[in-house]
């Protein structure tokens, strides 16, 4: 099992940054991904940001250039950096964890409220 705690959403004016942290712990494999999902309301969840243990990343090509997407390996955290955010930006982010090979399962935090206002 892996445990994800969230934090870091509330509300920002549009143009303002925020920043989500998500740590994991409990059974972690070397080889991972984490990141961030999003879930607008009256839409289906899509990703954000996804960052393995290797380094690689994959970022929504509507947050390219606005949404950093950074972790600590050693501490099992990911971070989302997010700026100029836009009021479609608001939505409930959820953080996610892959643990790689046999056996591996994904795991998903409660998810933290973005608010962006106009």
């Known amino acids: 099992q892996v445990q994800l705690v969230e934090s870091g959403g509330g509300l920002v004016q549009a143009g303002g940054s925020l920043r989500l942290s998500c740590a994991a712990s409990?059974?972690?494999?070397?080889?991972?991904?984490m990141g961030w999902y999003r879930q607008a309301p009256g839409k289906q969840r899509e990703l954000v940001a996804i960052?393995?243990?290797?380094?690689?990343?994959n970022i929504a090509e509507a947050m390219e250039g606005r949404f950093t997407i950074s972790r600590v390996n050693a501490q099992n955290t990911v971070y989302l950096q997010m700026n100029s955010l836009k009021p479609e930006d608001t939505g409930v982010y959820y953080c996610?964890?892959?643990?790689?090979?046999?056996?591996?399962?994904?795991?998903w935090g409660e998810g933290t409220l973005v608010t962006v206002s106009s």
């Open positions: 996610t964890f892959w643990n790689l090979g046999p056996g591996g399962m994904v795991y």
């Open positions: 409990g059974t972690i494999f070397s080889t991972n991904s």
């Open positions: 960052m393995s243990s290797s380094g690689s990343t």
